[in-house]
């Protein structure tokens, strides 16, 4: 079946850090790909998409690429900030039906 | 212009009793989902309307969840006979067809039900 496995939270990293979060998925055919974020006390919001092979998504300062032959679409930013600590949902999205299928969430809390 | 909303934002109830969620999504907007959020994990989906019809409601658990949108505007989730495993959030999102199955879905605030 479809299934999408993010990596571990919470992830904890100083202001102007490195961040990748890691996400990758199993599904049959070729899905479109997600990132979505909660910030604290808000409702789900997209921050970006991918909907083929070798796209890239971008959005905020954060990047994904769809990577077919990993199965992955790991979240990365160069630098970041105190205001993008939240939870961070990887997802992909079937053409059929449009129910999208999200992973466990990553908690990540970044700290000035 | 008005996001997605869903009423109440909390509610708590007695095991057995039955309950309404309600969502409104953003006006013109003809898809509408259902997911739930348990603590600490990502949302699974419930039901996907398509206008007034159910398109897919292969996530709902059990015949104890039933949904529906008979103007194709509004959406009620109704839980009968409610068991303390269902306490979770409950979410709505709606999506607008212009932009394809792979469109934006926006996502409500959240019904946070807790059964006792």
């Known amino acids: 079946g479809n299934s999408v496995t993010q990596m571990e939270g919470p992830v904890t990293l100083s202001e102007e850090a490195f961040l990748t979060i890691n996400c990758t998925y199993t599904?049959?055919?070729?899905?479109?790909l997600f990132w979505y974020v909660q910030y604290p006390g808000e409702g789900l919001q997209l921050l970006l998409k991918?909907?083929?092979?070798?796209d890239k998504g971008s959005n905020k300062g954060f990047e994904a690429t769809y990577r077919k032959e990993t199965t992955s679409f790991h979240l990365e930013k160069g630098s970041v900030q105190v205001s993008d600590s939240a939870v961070y949902f990887c997802?992909?999205?079937?053409?059929?039906?449009?129910?999208?299928?999200f992973g466990q969430g990553t908690e990540l809390s970044v700290k000035p | 212009g008005a996001g997605v909303s869903q009423t109440p934002s909390n509610k708590v109830t007695e095991k057995g009793k039955y309950v309404e969620l309600r969502c409104d999504p953003i006006?013109?907007?003809?898809?509408l989902y259902w997911y739930r959020q348990s603590l600490g994990q990502g949302p699974e989906f419930l039901i996907y309307?398509?206008?007034?019809?159910?398109?897919?409601d292969s996530g709902l658990p059990n015949d104890r969840f039933f949904a529906v949108r008979p103007e194709g505007s509004v959406s009620t989730l109704k839980i009968q006979r409610t068991e303390r495993g269902d306490s979770a959030v409950y979410l709505c999102?709606?999506?607008?067809?212009?932009?394809?199955?792979?469109?934006?879905?926006?996502f409500g605030p959240g019904t946070r039900l807790t059964v006792l």
């Open positions: 006006s013109g907007h003809t898809a």
């Open positions: 599904a049959t055919g070729y899905p479109s």
């Open positions: 991918a909907t083929k092979a070798d």
């Open positions: 997802a992909l999205l079937k053409n059929q039906g449009g129910k999208l299928i």
């Open positions: 999102a709606s999506r607008s067809v212009a932009g394809g199955p792979a469109g934006e879905q926006f």
């Open positions: 309307f398509q206008g007034t019809g159910a398109a897919d």
